[in-house]
Each structure stands twice: as structure tokens, then as C-alpha cells.
């Protein structure tokens, strides 16, 4: 938005950034695999230590396997994985207010709506509200992936069961 026009970076230059985000413990980029390819990508950013611990977590899904609970159980195994062993206390995600699909993925699994945030991401050249949902690791004791598979009964119950 506005100031210099910054290059798109090249597909290398991605990986190197996330890379170098992950090793700095900055950030978690995830590649989602779907019946061996790649379909989608989820990343929890913004990681926050000290008194804060937390993170947001967004993501992508391709659209020809959209529907089939992909995005849910990525979101879900992103989270436990956040809570048990990186040491978060606090997952955000923030979503535009009409996407009707992704907003579906954290009701699934029980994020909580806290609000709007306005003008928060400069997307498609304007500044875009976003909705803010919510979980922290005490609303999900037994762990978000077991929640999901009550929710959702025949879901694999390992990730490797998803191929």
C-alpha cells in the first residue's frame, strides 16, 4: 500500500524468508500434502514470547479439495502442535468478514468470534476489515484435533492417514 513498489519475491526468496522466520522461532510455515500433492499452505506468524505467548495462523487451501476437512485438520494438528509443544498460550486467526469457507473452518473447531478489526490488511489495493477469532490452550484441553474428530466423525486419526 502505497510508498515503494516492492518486488515480488521469487519463489527461493519465499522459502528463505520463511526459513529464516522459523529459525529466528518468529514463525511456523507449514506445507499441506493431500493424497500426495501439495494443496494448500498454513502458517502461524507473529509468534509473541514473554508474558504474551501466542501466535495467528493463516492459511490457504487449493480449491479441488476444498470441503473435504483438509483445512480443519491442518488448522487443528497446527494448534495442538502449538499449545503441547512450542509453548503457546494464545492462537488468532483473523478472517474477512466474506469469507464464508475459511470462517467455517474455525467454527468448526470452536474458535471463539471476538470482534472486528477494521481496515486491518491492504488487500486487492484497499485497506480490509477482518473478523478476529480466538483460542487459547485452556479452551482446548484435550487437544483441537480430538475435538474436531467429535465433531467430525470417519476423520483420519493421523496425519498420515490423510494420503
Not at 54 to 78: F, Q
Not at 120 to 149: K, M, S, V
Request: glycine share 12%.
Amino acid at each position: 500500500p502505497g510508498g515503494p513498489v516492492a518486488q515480488r519475491p521469487t519463489y527461493r526468496q519465499m522459502i528463505r524468508h520463511l526459513r529464516a522466520e522459523a529459525n529466528a522461532g518468529r514463525m511456523l510455515p507449514f506445507a499441506i500434502e493431500y493424497e500426495g500433492r501439495l494443496v494448500g499452505q498454513l502458517t502461524v506468524a507473529g509468534i509473541t514470547w514473554g508474558s504474551m505467548c501466542s501466535g495467528h495462523v493463516g492459511y490457504w487451501v487449493d480449491r479441488e479439495v476444498a470441503g473435504r476437512g483438509v483445512m480443519p485438520t491442518a488448522v487443528a494438528l497446527a494448534v495442538d502442535h502449538c499449545f503441547r509443544t512450542v509453548g503457546l498460550h494464545r492462537i488468532e486467526v483473523c478472517i474477512r468478514p466474506e469469507n464464508g469457507p475459511s470462517r467455517r473452518v474455525v467454527e468448526k473447531l470452536g474458535f471463539r468470534e471476538e470482534g472486528l478489526r477494521p481496515r486491518y490488511l491492504h488487500i486487492d489495493g484497499a485497506w480490509r476489515d477482518h473478523l478476529i477469532f480466538a483460542l487459547t490452550a485452556e479452551e482446548a484441553p484435550d487437544g483441537l484435533l480430538r475435538r474436531w474428530r467429535r465433531v467430525r466423525p470417519g476423520t483420519p486419526h493421523t496425519p498420515g492417514e490423510m494420503k
